[in-house]
């Protein structure tokens, strides 16, 4: 469904050419759910920006249901199908959460519909259709309420930018959820999901692993995920014991 | 009244018949029907002209409208509304001014609104501009608002002036005895050629008043805007000023604070935000499918509700 060839962005800075994404080559298949892990700064977020038609490849091609999309606008991809979840959210002023999903939904959509995709995120809606998506709302709330605005896009491409940032109170397995109901309702979707979380990386069809630009790693699911721990040894030791309490006492 | 004179009284009253409560409709400066209430006594001055708007103490959610629409081009006036709000009342007032000006001349409506609210009273204050017309002369709007709030009274004043007005100077003048609490919202928004100026004075005379004077705006096109708030504090009391605006196109806006403290428990605060749409605004709607030009309006539309 979306593939990407030899992909590369440049930007300059201080006079120099510094290239953040560095002939990336991927596809994703449809019916798929595929996971790009790798350390902060790889090019993770550019990459998902790349896709969105937010940045312009300087070299490389991007097809999405077969066609090239490299000089399609964003508006147009998002038209096509493809739906992104920022990694930090974009606050209004004056913009509820409603309209937002309106928008997002593309027509009229009822108040009780818009209540359904604020609950599956865990939201309770009642307090939040009429809410301002501004300062007021606190970072993981807002997080939720783009990962609504994503579901009410029934897109067949949803890229989501490290949504689990947002669950403090919510589960994993609720967004799992969303994730696996997504998959389910809107026919041949894929989901490409920027995460460094094992349970999201445990349910990937494929995973792929993004290092100074570059495809460090691609495979199934059961090619890459052992290789993983090595990485993740690498990170403080109380981090992951955090981590585990953490997964731990969601779990409960 | 005419077609035209019907949308401008929608324009700028949301009303599409006759309004409960009382009301005195002006139309070419003329009053186009009028009703008193037995709470609200609506009556012409006999000085100059304008109306006294004498509202009994203890009137509970009753409302008056006061709209004018002008429709003659050339037509200037200068109308003196005084408001005897009394003690404990709760009422909504809406007034409003709608110019179509289809000729040459200009067309100019200075309201000039005291009010004179009692004490305990709530009053929620409506007003809405609104221009419209192709012809050359211009519609001017250039209110005057005094505001006189008796002890623990509450005023909310909602101003509002989107379309079509071609040049206004608004002064604005309050005064708060004790407790009394001050809340104004301004929303504006000038196009083409523009001029809108806004003037706050508000005299936090008595203690634990306070008032919040909020202004968001945008300016498009070679349109410009200045926003002059000032607030005065001689008692424990609490202030703030905010101009919050957009700026597009070339157009141009100047935020002027003043605050001024003339006692040690005073506490005031101002702040101003100038400055484009943010380029991640537009995007976020962009992935959501919007064109740059739809997503602006939603950006534009959002801000200034
Ligand atoms: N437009 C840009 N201009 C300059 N540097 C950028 C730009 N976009 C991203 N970067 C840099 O590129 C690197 C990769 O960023 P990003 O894609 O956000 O990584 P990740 O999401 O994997 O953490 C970072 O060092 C970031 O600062
Ligand atoms: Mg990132």
Redesign the pocket.
């Known amino acids: 469904m979306l593939e990407l060839k030899n992909v590369s962005f440049q930007?300059a800075?201080e006079g120099t050419d510094?290239e953040?994404v560095r002939g990336i080559s991927l596809k994703v298949p449809e019916k798929k759910l595929i996971v790009v892990t790798?350390?902060?700064?790889?090019?993770?977020?550019?990459?998902a920006r790349l896709i969105a038609g937010i940045?312009k490849p300087t070299a490389g091609k991007i097809f999405f249901g077969g066609e090239d999309i490299t000089e399609k606008s964003v508006t147009e991809r998002a038209r096509m199908g493809i739906a992104y979840a920022f990694?930090q959210p974009v606050r209004f002023k004056g913009i509820r959460v409603v309209d937002l999903i309106r928008i997002a939904a593309g027509k009229k959509v009822t108040a009780a519909e818009a209540c359904d995709y604020l609950s599956a995120v865990g939201l309770c809606a009642r307090d939040y259709v009429d809410r301002e998506v501004n300062a007021s709302l606190s970072g993981g709330e807002l997080k939720r309420i783009e990962i609504a605005t994503v579901l009410a896009r029934k897109a067949k491409l949803s890229v989501f930018?490290e949504p689990e940032a947002g669950i403090d109170l919510w589960s994993f397995r609720n967004l799992i959820d969303v994730f696996r109901n997504m998959r389910e309702t809107i026919a041949d979707s894929s989901i490409l999901v920027?995460s460094h979380q094992e349970r999201i990386l445990n349910i990937a069809d494929e995973i792929i692993v993004?290092k100074d630009?570059r495809v460090e790693k691609q495979g199934s699911r059961e090619e890459i995920y052992p290789s993983l721990g090595a990485d993740s040894a690498e990170a403080p030791a109380c981090d992951r014991l955090l981590k585990t309490m953490k997964d731990g006492m969601e779990d409960a | 009244m005419d077609e035209i004179q019907k949308r401008l009284l929608m324009e700028v009253a949301d009303l599409h018949e006759v309004p409960e409560g009382a009301y005195n409709i002006r139309a070419n400066s003329q009053s186009a029907g009028r009703r008193s209430t037995e709470n609200i006594e609506i009556i012409s001055k006999q000085d100059v002209s304008g109306l006294e708007i004498r509202i009994r103490p203890g009137t509970k959610n009753e409302s008056v409208h006061i709209p004018v629409v002008m429709t003659e081009s050339g037509l200037k006036e200068v109308v003196y509304n005084d408001f005897y709000i009394g003690e404990g009342s709760d009422v909504v007032i809406i007034a409003g001014c709608g110019i179509d000006n289809c000729g040459n001349q200009d067309s100019q409506h200075d309201g000039i609104h005291r009010f004179f609210v009692g004490p305990g009273a709530k009053v929620r204050y409506v007003e809405k501009h609104y221009g419209s017309g192709e012809g050359k002369g211009k519609r001017i709007l250039n209110p005057v608002t005094e505001v006189y709030m008796q002890q623990d009274s509450t005023m909310e004043m909602e101003m509002v002036q989107i379309k079509g007005v071609d040049d206004t100077e608004r002064t604005t003048v309050a005064e708060l005895d004790t407790g009394a609490k001050l809340v104004v919202r301004e929303r504006l928004m000038t196009h083409g050629e523009q001029r809108a100026i806004s003037t706050y004075d508000v005299k936090l005379n008595g203690k634990d008043s306070s008032a919040d004077v909020v202004s968001r705006s945008v300016a498009r096109d070679r349109s410009f805007q200045k926003f002059d708030a000032k607030i005065v504090g001689k008692a424990p009391c609490s202030g703030h000023t905010e101009c919050d605006s957009i700026i597009m196109d070339e157009g141009r806006i100047l935020a002027v604070p003043g605050l001024e403290a003339d006692h040690v428990d005073a506490s005031l605060f101002h702040e101003a935000a100038i400055g484009k749409i943010a380029g991640e605004q537009l995007t976020k709607l962009m992935t959501l499918g919007l064109t740059e030009a739809e997503a602006e309006e939603q950006i534009i539309n959002g801000f200034l509700r």
Do not use: M, Y
Request: hydrophobic share 25%.
């Open positions: 930007v800075e510094k953040i790798g350390p902060n700064g790889g090019g993770k977020s550019t990459l940045e990694q930018d920027i993004i630009g």
